[in-house]
């Protein structure tokens, strides 16, 4: 079955960087777009990054345009999150999600916490 694991979240301070890690297993990896949303207490899910199945194009919103970055290694099945000059509004748990046959699959996620 689809599993997608996140990785990588922790506490940094204000200005500091992260990487997020996504793994995937359970489905043809190099054949899907991925995207990372986050959530934050009592806000909605919002997406932060999405990359195409070659890793060809990635879309980034304004909201973080500019410090997030998204990259893909298919033949490690992975997507990275780079997020730099983060922000405590950055604080959220991180997920990475597919859509696939009409289904969103979404892994456990991981905490980013931006406080000094």
């Known amino acids: 079955q689809v599993q997608l694991v996140e990785s990588g979240g922790g506490l940094v301070q204000p200005g500091g960087s992260l990487t997020l890690s996504c793994t995937g297993s359970?489905?043809?990896?190099?054949?899907?777009?991925i995207n990372w949303f986050r959530q934050a207490p009592g806000k909605e899910r919002e997406q932060v990054a999405g990359?195409?199945?070659?890793?060809?194009?990635?879309n980034i919103p304004d909201s973080v345009k500019g410090r997030f970055t998204i990259s893909r290694d298919n033949a490690k099945r992975t997507v990275y999150l780079q997020m730099n000059s983060l922000e405590p509004e950055d604080t959220a748990a991180y997920f990475c999600?597919?859509?696939?046959?009409?289904?969103?699959?979404w892994g456990q996620g991981t905490q980013v916490t931006v406080s000094s």
């Open positions: 999600n597919i859509w696939s046959y009409g289904q969103n699959y």
């Open positions: 359970g489905f043809d990896f190099s054949s899907y777009g």
């Open positions: 990359i195409t199945f070659a890793g060809r194009t990635t």
